[in-house]
């Protein structure tokens, strides 16, 4: 099925969805109501993006740790997309799938740094984004994001009218905070609130190192232990081994080999946690800051406002840490499952539970906005149901990487609470089923269903453009 989002089609699925949404006290609305509802053509965007963060570790997702209460306060007046994925499981590929929506493997920036006969490590100047229709329309547009995979090199930020770049605390350049990217798309906002825009406002605040850009240990005070101003990480599933009475993952770290391999207990990944928690509780804070001035300016009425995140994380599930990066996928959905929270200013607040995936955004914020989606879009409106999302992509890293070398593939499809994930590493092929609703922890491996699931990636590989 070639997944267009047909404008002239939009009526009357917008009537479908919207009819039990609407009914009761009110009656029945007519088709042409609803489609009203929905339509926001004179609506500004935003879009807020935390890198790093877990659905299941906000408080709106059922978490028991109070980390995201300005989050939560939006998505109470929101669309919150419950089963939202991702298409790959690091930043770059991501964030190029949401303003293309196309998959990775279809737009091909699938690496940071060039490798000979790899794919491409920035998007061609005559590659179509979502911006591009925007700019026709007469959108002002706007970035205010860290370096690292936003970094105009690759090809994105480039495309926004105006971008500010944003260092972090006492780190590299790679891994900027959102408290100077709200402060700085606030002051935009408050000379260009009468115009009609677009803006992109992103912090890394949650991405490892867990004690960078500045740490709150809020939730584990009186650690104390391993120095969690590096990154820790593996690129293979690693079982615990055991020293004296106590369970240790051995882990690799950031800035190179070590003589002695850093281990990680219980208690060591109990704080990293706590400390990653602690990173969205302040991560929150700085939105909470953008939300209110986003009132304050008179904006509600008519901005719509989208709350996500590229990829999650993984602290020892599955005997893996962090996501392989730009070198190894990880597919769990630990990593895959991400938030997805809209405020429309004409719609109701209300839980989608249909599969949902991030390259769905950009057409569907078209629609809305009565702008034209285009025949090459692999997403679909989010408010229609899937049978299936869908996820891949490549890793090519250097031969001289000391971390990990070898070239692999990654796949996954999620189907009536079934999830298949395929890899290919070299001449290996491993496969991975599981059944979500009997076991959402992906802990044990269930084949029933691995031929029909592994046909439906095939078919869906085969027939992409």
Known sequence: MNKRLAISAFGLLAAVLFVGWFAGSQGSPTIAA?????????????????TNVRADHLSVYGYERETSANIDRLASKSLVFEQARTVASWTLPVIMSVYTSTFPIQHQVMNRYP???????????ESYTILDTLHDAGYMTAAFTSRGDYDERYGLTTRFQHHEYFPSEGTGAAYGSMKNASAASI??????????FFIHVHGYDAHCPFARPQENDVFDPDYEGVDFNTCY????????????????????????????PPKLSDRDIYHMKALYDGEIMLADQYVGTLLDRIEELGLSENTIIVFFSEHGDLFGEHGRFMRGGALRGSFYDDVMHVPLIIKHPRLAPKKIS?????????????????????????????LEARDSVFAATKFVPPPTNSYFNRSSTIMAVWQDNAKLIKEEVVDETSYEVYDLEKDPEEREHDPEKLTLLNQTL??????LR
């Not at 490798?115 to 100047?125: G, I």
């Not at 990480?233 to 800035?255: A, C, L, M, N, R």
């Not at 095939?458 to 027939?463: I, L, T």
Request: with cysteine; charged share 25%.
């Open 34 to 50: 609803i489609a009203n509802t929905i339509n926001c053509e004179d609506c500004n965007v935003i879009f807020i993006s935390l």
């Open 115 to 125: 490798v000979e006969n790899a794919s491409r490590v920035s998007l061609p100047e």
């Open 187 to 196: 002051d935009w906002l408050e000379k260009n609130k009468d115009e009609k």
């Open 233 to 260: 990480w593996t690129f293979d599933k690693v079982e615990p081994i055991s020293v004296g009475s106590k369970s240790y993952y051995v882990v690799k770290q950031s800035g190179g080999a070590t003589a002695i």
């Open 354 to 382: 249909h599969l949902t995936s991030l390259i769905d955004l950009g057409p569907t914020v078209l629609s809305w906005l009565g702008l034209p989606g285009r025949n090459d879009f692999e997403g679909v409106n989010l």
């Open 458 to 463: 095939h078919d869906w590989m085969r027939g």
